[in-house]
């Protein structure tokens, strides 16, 4: 029962080792054996020795290595290597429902999660720049050097760096009038000169 499958695929593999050039008489000889067969058993041959047949008719299309194959033809056969790269290239249709046409992503953002390696060096950070914070925040408020004058041991007299902050609030409010409102700062200079 199967020799007759046997001869068949002895008999493809003496077709294809004819090695015909010119694509339709391949046809037609690919053509007359299957019909011989389907004559002769009244079934269609081997699925496998279909498929021999057919790479055999498309031997042109199946042996070219041209990269560049679909773009010069219109309907080319991709080898496997082929189509593998074909499919590395290519990007899914899920990608560009977010981009627009001017390129920009309109998705909307999705906080990203940070490891327990970004959490650790986070915390370590915040920790040495909360210690620098402290350190500043000390020193800027702690009061200075106690300074102690005694107008019996100067005459009466006001000593320099005591006589130089007069007028230090004025000046204060005056540099300070672009950031206030004007209306109070003018009220406020016109109180303090009256007075």
Same mark, same amino acid.
């Given at each position: 029962m199967n020799n007759y499958k046997? %001869?068949?695929?002895?008999?493809?593999? @003496?077709t294809i080792e004819l090695n015909i050039e010119d694509r339709t008489k391949r046809m037609v000889a690919v053509g007359e054996l299957i019909d011989t067969y389907v004559e002769a058993h009244g079934v269609s041959p +081997? @699925?496998?020795?279909? %498929? *021999?047949?057919? %790479?055999?008719?498309?031997? @042109?299309?199946?042996?070219?290595? +041209? *990269?560049?194959?679909? *773009?010069?033809?219109e309907y080319p056969f991709l080898s496997e290597r082929q189509f593998e790269r074909r499919r590395e290239n290519e990007v899914p249709l899920e990608v560009a429902e977010e981009?627009?046409? +001017?390129? *920009?992503?309109? $998705?909307?953002?999705?906080?990203?999660? $940070?490891s327990t390696k970004e959490l650790i060096y986070v915390d370590e950070n915040a920790r040495i720049r909360n210690e620098l914070r402290a350190k500043r925040y000390k020193r800027d408020t702690s009061p200075g050097a106690l300074m102690t004058y005694n107008l019996n041991e100067s005459g009466g007299e006001f000593t320099e760096s005591f006589v130089s902050c007069r007028g230090l609030g004025k000046r204060w409010l005056n540099e300070m009038s672009a950031v206030n409102d004007i209306e109070v700062v003018t009220e406020k200079v016109e109180q303090l000169t009256a007075a």
């Open positions: 046997e %001869d068949f695929a002895d008999k493809v593999t @003496e +081997d @699925e496998a020795q279909l %498929d *021999r047949l057919s %790479d055999y008719i498309l031997r @042109e299309e199946l042996t070219n290595t +041209d *990269r560049m194959k679909t *773009r010069k033809e981009y627009a046409v +001017d390129g *920009r992503n309109y $998705r909307l953002p999705k906080r990203r999660k $940070r």
